[in-house]
């Protein structure tokens, strides 16, 4: 509480007034100051005291800044952005080898399945001349290392 009388309070405010106008070469406020001070102003001492209280709040709830977790952030975070180019490249080769092996393939395999095919017609004639049946079969695998004949022969009627 001031001791102060309302007298000398507002001829405190009028000396800072000027004081203020002389420091801005005697002008008044600009719109735009009188926009902002409008923006800004409070109605009391005490809603000023809870904006302030606010506005340190909130900064406290920020805390300090660990400048090396932010360091070791934005490196995995590069890091991570040079494997996701470097699985993008990979993606891009592994394409274009798999549309060269299936070329390669096109070229090969139909000839291998009418082979095949020739094969599985003599070897059907043959197992039928003793009354058995018999079947050669291509077995195929994504690994061609897997790749490989199945001959099936049945001798009794009965079995599947």
Request: hydrophobic share 30%.
């Given at each position: 509480v001031s001791t102060q009388s309302t007298g000398e309070k507002k001829n405190e405010a009028l000396e800072l007034m000027k004081r203020a106008r002389d420091s801005n070469g005697n002008s008044g406020p600009t719109e735009q100051q009188k926009r902002l001070f409008r923006e800004f102003a409070v109605g009391s001492i005490e809603e000023l005291d809870?904006?302030?209280?606010?506005?340190?709040?909130?900064?406290?709830?920020?805390?300090?800044?660990?400048?090396?977790?932010?360091?070791?952030?934005?490196?995995?975070?590069?890091?991570?952005?040079?494997?996701?180019?470097?699985?993008?490249?990979n993606q891009i080769k592994l394409a274009a080898l798999e549309a060269t092996i299936k070329k390669h393939k096109s070229l090969w395999q139909p000839s291998l399945n009418t082979m095949i095919d020739k094969i599985n017609g003599k070897f059907r004639s043959f197992f039928g001349n003793i009354d058995c049946a018999g079947e050669v079969l291509l077995s195929e695998h994504e690994d061609y290392d897997q790749w490989g004949i199945d001959i099936r022969v049945q001798f009794r009627n009965s079995d599947e």
């Open positions: 809870q904006q302030l209280n606010e506005a340190r709040a909130l900064a406290d709830c920020s805390g300090s800044v660990d400048t090396q977790a932010i360091t070791e952030f934005n490196e995995r975070k590069e890091e991570i952005s040079n494997y996701a180019r470097d699985v993008e490249a």
